[in-house]
């Protein structure tokens, strides 16, 4: 039940910003991520889309370290399986 609930927190977390991004609501959907983030383990998604909206931003020195991390967890992932 826990991993079920994990996995909709998750897929709602997407899901909103997805449509916060589209209508250009940038500070919101960033906010949806950063609270993410607050509770549960880093995911490379999460972390390249708060990269993402901190470049749609005019903020390149904000979006670099999510980015950066977001690679990492990918390049783990890839070399684990």
Do not use: C, W
């Not at 897929?11 to 509770?39: G, K």
Request: charged letters at 20%.
């Amino acid at each position: 039940m826990a991993k079920r609930n994990k996995q909709r927190a998750f897929a709602l977390t997407i899901q909103s910003t997805d449509h916060l991004m589209a209508e250009q609501h940038y500070e919101a959907a960033a906010n949806i991520l950063v609270r993410y983030l607050a509770i549960h383990p880093p995911q490379a998604q999460v972390l390249r889309r708060l990269g993402q909206i901190r470049m749609f931003q005019g903020r390149p020195h904000d979006a670099v370290p999510f980015l950066a991390q977001a690679l990492k967890i990918e390049t783990a992932v890839k070399n684990a399986a």
